[in-house]
């Protein structure tokens, strides 16, 4: 069968080993549209909408072949013309539809509804670019735009459009689709992304800088515009309204395509509405139906019972606020019904300020709106709801305990084995078969465990990974890592509460360690990733501090052959699928109480490296699953940090002024530190640490050097390690995102499943 050597034939007169990557990719690309338009959508009755404003997808070109379950195939004769798929996928752009966990959560769950066939499409937006690519420039982020949309992309335009009513002007919208394939499917779902012809990057000037004021050319430019400034806040709203009232106006279509009379839309629709930023998705639904002749207590009805709702925070700011001033500014007409809406819930809870929608400061809590008019309110980890029930959403949850479940969240094993780790994944079928790759089921992986000649074949495949990821970051960062060294890795969105400064701080420990004659008997590299946002300050600093100690130490050379600090560029999902399989240590070190879930820990666990976390988010329930000895405990519990806020406990100065703690906070000010950095920066982390630490990074540190030594010590004994790995493999499954889709249909979405 060659699919491939067939297309180019006809289309470029060449034979595969003639053609460059360029066009083995766009041939590729064209085989894989092909296919998929071949596949009919659903014609189920009821259809779930999943809104999200991130859909963080990655590269497709692997993953749509995995799943039409040609890769084998195209492999194979790429492999006979000397061709490598990894080097054609550097011909791919990296969607830039999504920034953190949220969105690569919604990829993974779009790709989990087609798996299991579910009719189901994502609504979001298509931006041109990017949160932004990072750039490294004097040891600091900088920030450039980051394109994608080249011509030879995933995007298909739509025949549709809508138009969307702001207060000055009304905009028409052009839909784009990106086909989502199921795991060996007969059908396609959609991702559907709305966007504006008028949209233009010309308007973008130094970095990432652009005019926020003119709409028309700037709604979908980007994925969240720096909002630190008004125009910033107002286009936030416009992009969030955008996306709503095209997706409201896309399910009332295909409802009334289908036979919708519109009274029963709750029969045809729901809506999963991914954290708060589609929540306006509510008041738009009822004013489109009211527009069609639907009294509004009954358009409220219908879209409270056709309405989920997701929270992914416990951090009480990241839970959105708009003014009232803005809304009226850019959308009076919802802002009207949002008052109506309130006004109901005031009257029937008039002694409970803290469930109303419009608060007393004149502000519209898009989370209170979703709770109130949805039906289903999820957390995303057991901690996480538990937290949401007994503290951040109580008073929701006295008057609603029904509407609260927990769906903890999921990863795709297609992409994170199959794709990431091919060698693991063809090792897996070889010792439990080929079932895993449909029902996620490892479980008997654990009865090699202790078996000699798998878990010598389990560290040759990780080193195999450490040479590809050697290889990654020389091409692409000019880096040269030591394979030989524990990867210790951290690779999040860059956060207080995620707490890579703590993890900073242990570098300084080790440094200083390895500078007073105590030599690591096996070399460390540690590795960060991840992004700060523009207007996000400390977390900014905290890359600087990285970045300095990173070059501070490659320059000792009485260090530099122990332990090395890596800043990967530009972190994003083909990063991922190299820095996932060939990690060791796997730094989930988040302030117990903060973090949602996480799906790194998962992914990580899933590739054989072992958790050293705290006991936050999903990491409780992978500490359940593999038991104590497969894991690497510390930290203050989630009720001891909790209380901690509520009496305002933690006093930072009381930590830094210890013997242990002191010299490493103060090592951020050295004269050497200073030497290579920016010193209005170090200084003011340093600062930070010692006056606010407002997410406890020094709480725990004492606790985290302790493990971590313990876990370092531990990795010399690898027939051991490898046992624990093993034992994380085997138990991974849980973590499947089709495992979580799957109770999301059983619990809240109630559609037909048409799993193959």
């Not at 937006?125 to 990017?130: A, D, I, K, M």
């Not at 006004?343 to 929608?357: E, S």
């Not at 002024?657 to 004269?671: A, G, N, Q, R, Y």
């Amino acid at each position: 069968m060659n699919i491939l050597g067939n297309y180019v034939t006809t289309h470029f007169n060449k034979s595969l080993n003639e053609c460059t990557e360029q066009e083995l990719y766009k041939a590729l690309l064209d085989i894989v549209r092909e296919r998929s338009r071949e596949l009919p959508t659903h014609n189920d009755k009821k259809k779930l909408y999943y809104f999200s404003a991130e859909f963080l997808i990655g590269k497709l070109l692997s993953n749509n072949l995995l799943n039409l379950g040609i890769y084998d195939a195209i492999n194979a004769e790429l492999q006979a013309a000397g061709k490598n798929i990894m080097d054609i996928e550097q011909a791919e752009n990296e969607p830039s539809l999504g920034n953190g966990g949220l969105g690569r959560l919604a990829a993974c769950f779009v790709d989990s509804i087609a798996t299991l066939g579910i009719n189901g499409d994502g609504v979001g937006l298509n931006y041109h670019f990017g949160l932004f690519r990072q750039v490294f420039k004097d040891n600091q982020q900088t920030a450039i735009p980051d394109p994608w949309l080249t011509g030879d992309d995933w995007t298909i335009k739509n025949e549709k459009s809508y138009s969307v009513p702001f207060k000055k002007f009304t905009l028409t919208s052009t839909l784009y689709d990106i086909d989502v394939l199921g795991y060996q499917q007969d059908k396609r779902n959609r991702l559907r992304l709305f966007d504006l012809d008028t949209v233009t990057p010309n308007i973008i000037e130094e970095g990432i800088t652009f005019d926020k004021h003119n709409i028309e050319e700037n709604l979908t430019l980007f994925l969240y515009p720096d909002d630190s400034d008004h125009a910033g806040e107002l286009l936030r709203i416009y992009q969030q309204y955008f996306m709503v009232s095209n997706g409201a106006q896309l399910i009332i279509d295909e409802a009334i395509a289908k036979g919708s009379n519109l009274h029963d839309l709750a029969d045809y629709a729901v809506i999963q509405i991914n954290d708060t930023h589609p929540a306006l998705v509510i008041p738009e639904m009822i004013r489109l139906l009211g527009e069609r002749g639907i009294e509004f207590d009954e358009a409220v009805d219908i879209v409270q019972s056709m309405t989920a709702f997701t929270n992914h925070t416990i951090l009480a700011e990241a839970l959105e606020k708009w003014p009232v001033a803005d809304l009226e500014e850019v959308i009076p007409n919802i802002m009207a019904i949002l008052r109506n809406l309130d006004a109901r819930k005031k009257a029937q809870f008039p002694n409970n300020p803290q469930v109303t929608i419009i608060d007393d400061q004149g502000r519209v809590h898009m989370a209170h709106l979703s709770i109130h008019y949805g039906y289903s309110v999820n957390g995303v980890a057991a901690l996480h709801t538990d937290i949401l029930k007994s503290s951040e959403l109580k008073a929701f949850y006295d008057i609603y305990p029904e509407k609260f479940n927990n769906k903890t969240n999921g990863i795709t094993f297609r992409r994170w084995i199959m794709d990431a780790n091919p060698e693991l994944a063809a090792y897996l079928d070889e010792l439990i078969g080929t079932n895993w790759h449909k029902d996620s089921d490892l479980t008997s992986l654990a009865a090699f465990a202790n078996d000699g000649q798998v878990k010598e074949r389990l560290s040759e495949i990780k080193r195999n990974n450490k040479l590809k990821l050697k290889k990654h970051l020389q091409d692409t960062m000019n880096v040269t890592v030591n394979e030989n060294s524990i990867f210790d890795i951290q690779i999040k969105r860059m956060h207080e509460y995620k707490r890579q400064q703590m993890n900073a701080l242990y570098v300084i420990h080790k440094y200083l360690d390895i500078k007073s004659g105590n030599i690591p008997a096996t070399p460390i590299t540690v590795m960060f990733g991840g992004k700060a946002a523009p207007a996000y300050t400390i977390a900014q600093d905290v890359i600087h501090l990285i970045l300095t100690l990173s070059e501070l130490i490659a320059k000792d050379p009485a260090v530099s052959p122990h332990l090395q600090v890596v800043m990967v560029e530009n972190y994003n999902v083909s990063h991922a699928q190299y820095l996932i399989p060939a990690c060791d240590i796997s730094e989930q070190i988040s302030l117990a109480s903060k973090e949602a879930s996480g799906t790194g820990n998962m992914k990580f666990m899933l590739n054989g490296a072992l958790t050293l976390g705290t006991m936050d988010g999903a990491n409780v329930e992978i500490h359940g699953l593999v038991g104590d000895d497969n894991i690497y405990i510390f930290g203050k519990e989630s009720d001891e940090i909790i209380k901690l806020y509520e009496t305002k406990g933690y006093v930072s100065r009381d930590y830094y002024e210890t013997e242990v703690i002191k010299p490493l906070v103060d090592f951020i000010v050295s004269e050497e530190m200073l030497a290579l950095g920016n010193e209005e920066r170090l200084s003011r982390l340093h600062n930070e640490l010692i006056v606010k630490d407002w997410f406890m990074t020094l709480i725990d540190l004492v606790e985290y050097i302790a493990v971590k030594e313990q876990m370092l010590a531990d990795y010399e004994n690898q027939s051991d390690w490898v046992t624990k790995a093993i034992h994380n493999i085997a138990r991974a499954g849980f973590f499947s995102s089709d495992r979580t889709i799957a109770q999301y249909n059983e619990d809240i979405w109630h559609l037909a499943e048409n799993r193959k």
